[in-house]
């Protein structure tokens, strides 16, 4: 059974930083593209980032670019979003999922990060 466990989330001030991390269980990330998602409250879920099982190809929403680095250790089976200069529009709750191909096929529970001064 695969399961993905986000931690890292808190309640940060404007410009403050955060790291994600997503674990992976019952399931080997290497050969996984891995994703992170938010829903932020009232709004429809976004991609956040993604990043392919090899590595070399990442994507990052126009929203984070530049603030957001997605990073992955596949011996620790670990998913890593470094977010950095938060604003008061990335509170949202944090996801992040794995597919082989296709839909994403797992999803984390999610965790909260909230930006206010």
């Known amino acids: 059974q695969v399961q993905l466990v986000e931690s890292g989330g808190g309640l940060v001030q404007p410009g403050g930083s955060l790291r994600l991390s997503c674990v992976i269980s019952?399931?080997?990330?290497?050969?996984?593209?891995v994703g992170w998602f938010r829903r932020a409250p009232g709004k429809e879920r976004e991609g956040v980032s993604c990043?392919?099982?090899?590595?070399?190809?990442?994507v990052y929403a126009d929203s984070v670019k530049g603030r957001f680095t997605i990073s992955r250790d596949n011996d620790k089976n670990t998913v890593y979003l470094q977010m950095n200069d938060l604003q008061l529009e990335d509170t949202a709750d944090y996801y992040c999922?794995?597919?082989?191909?296709?839909?994403?096929?797992?999803w984390g529970q999610g965790t909260q990060v909230t930006v206010s001064s």
């Open positions: 990043t392919s099982n090899s590595d070399d190809g990442t």
């Open positions: 019952g399931a080997d990330l290497y050969y996984y593209s």
């Open positions: 999922a794995v597919r082989l191909d296709g839909s994403w096929d797992y």
